[in-house]
């Protein structure tokens, strides 16, 4: 996946999602991504924090 600001994350990195549904915002250090419904999972069921 690619953020707004051109840098590249590979698969697994963690981010932090605000939204829900089909309207979702995902950030990983500030950095903007543009995520849909099926290229997340809710981390809560990890036992994290």
Do not use: K
Request: hydrophobic share 40%; glycine share 18%.
């Amino acid at each position: 996946m690619q953020g707004l600001s051109g840098t590249s994350y590979p698969a697994g990195t963690e981010v932090v999602i605000r939204g829900g549904g089909t309207s979702v915002d995902a950030f990983v250090n500030g950095d903007w991504l543009s995520l849909v419904w099926w290229e997340f999972s809710d981390g809560a069921a990890s036992g994290r924090p």
